[in-house]
């Protein structure tokens, strides 16, 4: 108890002393203001507000519960959670942060997800979006395209080792509750009400076009009151995530006239020395430590080499800043998933993926360079649609590796059955 009020004390005297820094620097505290709208207007909002609304309705039709009958025998052996993180894992890649935590939120509070699978799941989705990775750093920023597909690889894999890894995660927790109710499975049971143990491979497609039907009966609301709640969600949520952008950008423009990001650059810098960085990149990583899109802009422009710079956005783009941070806690409010375990998913993608991207700097930059503009579409290509089009490949791989897994585990069993 000493240690809440202790910590609530703190928080209000940090709030004091922003409030006292924006009363002394107004026009510094506009300007920064100003900025963090025109971050939200011109690339969040036209970027995340589709994949919102879309996501909802899916929700409504029970296209979540449909992949999700279809992509357990892929997810659960491989990160432990539900076939519905299939689609959350297809959606979080293509629409990034917060997109991820936004759908596990909306699955823990339809009971189709304990807490950690939640925290598994989240682990593993809170990832930047392809049209930001590409267009806005590698070609906005860098001004290298063949930078795209090096900064992809170690981004996105890094977050799948992650999810493996999560997999670990809270298994005591699950064994204890599994020993405390023996009697019920472990395992979600379908739509239908039927043990997933008992569903046979063979009407796997069958039980899913029931899921969706069942949970589309539940819900019973008409497209039109599907529409409208998914607009006002959705409306709701990217005005949170504008409003979290412009008071982070607010809060670094004070910091730094307080001289606190001063202080921060010294710290920060001595420990990239120790690391092996160069100390250039001290601006990147502390203004990325707050917001995403600072530390981004920042890296491409830093006085480093291009293989420390990229690491640096590479570290900058797993991690997300305190910013998505803040967005992600907001989304969880009353869905009792842990923020400890987010938090060390972050760290722990942000070195791999940075140490991913100089693994492959010689084998995809160096040693193969004509390999790179391929593989990296022009910036024309980077729109909302290309999102779409990219989830569906995404989803489509993903099912057909599902009923691969699906189809080795049939033949599996009836090997050994013999």
């Known amino acids: 108890m000493t240690l809440k009020k202790l910590s609530r004390l703190l928080w209000a005297l940090g709030l004091a002393g922003c409030m006292l820094l924006v009363l002394l620097y107004p026009e510094a505290s506009l300007g920064a203001a100003l900025r963090g709208m025109a971050i939200w207007w011109d690339v969040l909002f036209p970027s995340l507000f589709p994949f919102f609304v879309i996501s909802e309705l899916m929700l409504g039709f029970g296209v ?55 925290e598994r799941l989240v682990a593993c989705t809170t990832s930047s979006d392809p049209i930001f990775l590409l267009g806005a750093v590698s070609v906005g920023f860098f001004h290298n395209p063949a930078l795209g597909p090096c900064l992809a690889l170690a981004h996105y894999g890094s977050g799948l080792l992650v999810g493996l890894l999560m997999s670990f995660h809270g298994r005591r927790e699950e064994r204890n509750a599994a020993a405390g109710q023996k009697s019920a499975p472990l395992r979600e049971t379908s739509r239908s009400g039927k043990p ?32 409208k709640g998914a607009v006002q969600s959705s ?15 607010v809060l670094m423009e004070l910091l730094n006239r307080a001289g606190v990001m001063a202080f921060l650059f010294s710290v920060i810098g001595r420990f990239l020395s120790v690391l092996g960085f160069p100390s250039g990149l001290t601006e990147a990583v502390t203004s990325g430590f707050f917001e995403v899109t600072l530390g981004a802009k920042a890296a491409g422009s830093a006085s480093a080499a291009l293989p420390f710079k990229a690491a640096a956005a590479a570290f900058i783009l797993s991690w997300g800043g305190l910013s998505v941070h803040a967005q992600v806690s907001s989304i969880w409010n009353g869905t009792g998933l842990r923020y400890l375990p987010f938090a060390a998913a972050r760290i722990l993608h942000a070195f791999m993926s940075a140490g991913l991207t100089l693994l492959l700097w010689r084998p995809m930059m160096e040693a193969s360079p004509a390999l790179a503009p391929p593989w990296t579409p022009g910036p024309a290509l980077y729109s909302p649609a290309a999102g779409f089009v990219l989830l569906a490949l995404l989803l489509a791989g993903t099912l057909l590796l599902s009923l691969a897994a699906a189809a080795s585990g049939r033949v599996l069993r009836i090997l050994l059955r013999r």
């Open 64 to 118: 979540v519960h449909l992949f999700g009958a279809l992509f357990d025998p892929l997810m659960r052996p491989l990160f432990r959670i539900p076939g519905s993180g299939g689609f959350v894992l297809a959606m979080g890649y293509v629409s990034g942060y917060p997109v991820g935590a936004r759908l596990t939120a909306k699955l823990r509070e339809q009971s189709l997800l304990t807490r950690v699978e939640g």
């Open 196 to 227: 997933e143990k008992e569903r046979p491979e063979a009407g796997r497609l069958r039980t899913a076009l029931a899921s969706m039907a069942e949970a589309r009966r539940r819900d019973g609301r008409t497209l039109g009151e599907l529409l």
């Open 235 to 249: 409306l709701q949520l990217i005005i949170v995530v504008g409003g979290l952008v412009v008071f982070f950008t």
